[in-house]
């Protein structure tokens, strides 16, 4: 078995209707260190990502009354959830068109699967979403900074109010996370046009 590389505590959710499935998949990563949840039908499976967000998703695609391509449909749709990676568990029986378009847009193995191929498909998914939350809250930093700068370049004078409403914004900036600070902008009438920004602001909403 290929040892995972060093991370914190990550949360992993498997749905399958088959019970050994449920087990084994539950042995495999709760030895690598995953804090592992189930879920024996889809129906429980987005009653428990509703109440607790999982960091991955292994999803067996057909199952019975609601599958596997129903649960994308639903997180997709849904901005809290739509960035939750998910792995498929796709066997090799006829797939109709409809399946065969979630099986491209998302990561899968085969089963029955192999172990290795299963943590390094985990590993690969988790690796990447890590990598693109440092991106956003770089962006964000990055945004930050700039405003910074460019409020600083206008030299104003003590007296000035915009002076004293820089200061402010500075304590916000450095007291709160850079979603307040865009949402303290965007009351004081600041328009926030960059659209990672926008972003943002609606996930602090949520």
């Known amino acids: 078995m290929i040892p995972l590389q060093e991370r914190q505590v990550q949360s992993i959710l498997i749905v399958d209707d088959s019970t050994s499935n449920l087990v084994l998949m539950y042995k495999i990563l709760a030895s690598q260190g995953y804090q592992v949840e189930l879920a024996d039908n889809s129906e429980f499976a987005l009653l428990q990502v509703t109440k607790a967000i999982p960091d991955l998703i292994v999803l067996k695609l057909k199952m019975p009354t609601l599958d596997g391509s129903n649960v994308i449909s639903y997180l997709r749709k849904e901005p809290r959830l739509a960035h939750i990676p998910i792995l498929l568990l796709g066997d090799n029986s006829c797939l109709d068109p409809e399946e065969m378009k979630y099986l491209e847009e998302n990561s899968v193995i085969y089963q029955p699967f192999d172990i290795d191929i299963l943590l390094i498909s985990i590993n690969s998914l988790l690796k990447s979403q890590n990598d693109q939350e440092k991106n956003h809250h770089q962006q964000q930093v990055e945004n930050v900074t700039l405003f910074q700068e460019t409020i600083t370049l206008l030299d104003l004078k003590e007296d000035d109010p915009l002076h004293q409403e820089q200061q402010e914004l500075e304590a916000i900036q450095n007291d709160y996370s850079a979603a307040m600070f ?22 602090e909403k949520l």
């Open 182 to 203: 865009w949402q303290e902008l965007s009351t004081r009438g600041y328009e926030v046009v960059d659209c990672s920004l926008n972003n943002l602001l609606e996930e």
